[in-house]
């Protein structure tokens, strides 16, 4: 303070008193944020006592984020602080929400991988207004359904609209960036097209239209659950067990059609070939890719997948074309302590066969579905892991999973100490599972027959002996026979069709043969 007694301050005392550089002090003066009370002679700056608490207000408030000019309506009294404070906040929220733009963009074309001239686009599509992002998917739709009269159909679409939130995640803006280019391909236009064209064909012209969507939407949620139970109980689409299921849904569908033309009313071959067809039209990856990413984009929960049950349906009706009554002699005359010793043996065999497979030999070609070695290998031990969590009661969904790691040894003989264990300790062998009581001993026994049969394709892989489990082959060949000798051999069955075995074969020769491998 000077000495003079006037209670004024240099800028100099005053940078001292609030930390503040001088030369900050003078920017603010100069902008009449603090304007000097008096000058020396000399023409230098003087201020007022009150100049302390004035600066830490504009510090306070730039330290906020608040513009100069808005810090001076303040200070002059033109504006309150909570208007300006609000001003401001509304302002800072823009600005975030730009910056997590910003973000979400970078962070998503790290993420895709996106090449630096997709950049410009990508950020202009984050940008769009929700009309304009509406506008995308109308005019996409409108495109794709020009000229189908299916009005529910087209109405349903439009309904769904990609509604980014204020502050999208970088999925979110990746789920967005994915959609604006599926709805550009053409492959998604036709799939598009053709469901269109499907309902308009199969609408039902009486009802009440909601009520009919609301049918359908029941019936394939029940494909959806007993399609995934099914492939859960490890019932194969072309078993004897597998027909009951169909009659069933065949059953709950058939009221959905009244009012198409021509409508089946009983189960038969030409509702089941209807069926199949409604399934097989409805199977378009891409569309079920667009309703994943609308849900995505939203943040809605994604719509059930269709991918397991529908694969599992659509070959349960082509095994199955018409109805017929279950025959449970294939659930008969399954000893359990057979079947266990039957799955020692075959499993010891086995590992032996995995134990000698190198890593080089991992590429290389098997006689199983165009299946790598690796990749038999990893079915063989989900083999295992499946019906052991069947055993346990949680059926596992994982059939896409790595179930090798990186040693495939080890997680074979784990797998078969897990399901052995599994189906000692649980009582499997001598209980039933599913809505058909299939007896767990049969189960086990179809486990056998895989591993008996993967264990051929590894034998024919590497080059080693193909005479596996003598002791166990004939009996596990028997019941092959009795599970599965009834199965129709069509598309998307288990098996090929069976192939000739030579005169001499071996029964796990003769097994391969069964199961459409060519032994010669």
């Not at 599926?182 to 064909?201: D, I, M």
């Not at 009554?325 to 010793?341: K, Q």
């Not at 590992?351 to 991992?362: F, G, N, Q, S």
Request: net charge negative; proline share 8%.
């Amino acid at each position: 303070m000077n000495e003079d007694g006037t209670g004024l301050l240099t800028i100099g005392e005053l940078a001292g008193l609030t930390g503040l550089p001088v030369k900050t002090i003078r920017s603010w003066s100069d902008q009449d944020l603090l304007p000097p009370a008096a000058r020396t002679p000399a023409g230098y700056r003087l201020y007022g006592p009150d100049a302390p608490a004035r600066l830490e207000i504009v510090r306070s408030l730039r330290a906020l984020g608040i513009g100069l000019a808005a810090i001076r309506s303040v200070l002059h009294r033109e504006c309150t602080v909570a208007a300006t404070a609000a001003q401001w906040a509304d302002a800072l929220d823009a600005q975030i929400r730009t910056l997590r733009l910003q973000s979400a963009v970078l962070r998503s074309v790290a993420a895709r991988g996106s090449a630096a001239e997709e950049l410009p686009y990508m950020t202009e599509l984050a940008r769009l207004s929700a009309r304009e992002r509406r506008l995308i998917i109308t005019d996409f739709v409108e495109d794709a359904l020009d000229g189908v009269d299916a009005p529910a159909y087209r109405s349903g679409l439009l309904a769904a609209t990609p509604e980014l939130p204020d502050d999208p995640t970088p999925e979110q803006i990746g789920a967005w960036l994915e959609l604006a280019a599926l709805v550009r391909e053409p492959e998604l236009r036709a799939a598009l097209r053709r469901l269109a064209e499907h309902s308009a064909r199969t609408a039902g012209a009486v009802g009440e239209p909601e009520a009919q969507e609301q049918a359908a939407i029941g019936v394939a949620e029940l494909m959806r659950v007993r399609g995934e139970e099914a492939v859960a109980a490890g019932i194969a689409p072309d078993s004897p067990a597998a027909e009951p299921v169909i009659a069933e849904l065949v059953a709950a569908w058939l009221p959905t059609q009244t009012g198409t033309a021509d409508p089946p009313t009983e189960d038969g071959p030409a509702a089941r070939a209807r069926l199949l067809e409604q399934l097989e039209t409805a199977a378009e990856p891409l569309v079920e890719r667009y309703w994943q990413l609308l849900c995505a984009v939203t943040g809605r929960p994604a719509p059930p997948r269709w991918d397991t049950a529908g694969t599992w349906t659509t070959a349960a009706l082509r095994a199955h074309p018409g109805p017929y009554e279950l025959d449970r002699s294939a659930f008969d005359g399954t000893d359990p302590d057979r079947v266990l010793r039957a799955y020692e043996e075959v499993t010891r065999d086995v590992a032996a066969l995995v134990a000698a497979v190198r890593p080089e030999d991992l590429a290389l070609p098997t006689p199983c579905a165009g299946w790598t070695v690796q990749q038999l290998l990893d079915h063989m031990v989900w083999e295992n892991l499946m019906t052991t969590s069947i055993a346990e009661g949680t059926p596992r969904a994982d059939h896409t999973a790595d179930h090798l790691g990186d040693d495939h040894r080890t997680a074979f003989a784990d797998s078969v100490r897990a399901a052995h264990t599994a189906f000692t300790g649980s009582g499997m062998l001598h209980r039933t599972y599913g809505p058909y009581e299939a007896p767990g001993a049969m189960i086990v026994q179809q486990v056998v027959v895989e591993l008996l049969a993967h264990g051929w394709d590894l034998a024919r892989a590497t080059g080693a002996p193909t005479a596996l489990a003598p002791e166990s082959a004939e009996e596990t060949l028997a019941a092959a026979y009795r599970i599965y000798g009834a199965a129709p051999r069509t598309e998307g069955s288990s098996f090929a069709p069976e192939c000739p075995a030579p005169r001499g074969a071996s029964a796990t020769d003769r097994l391969a043969a069964f199961l459409g491998r060519d032994v010669a």
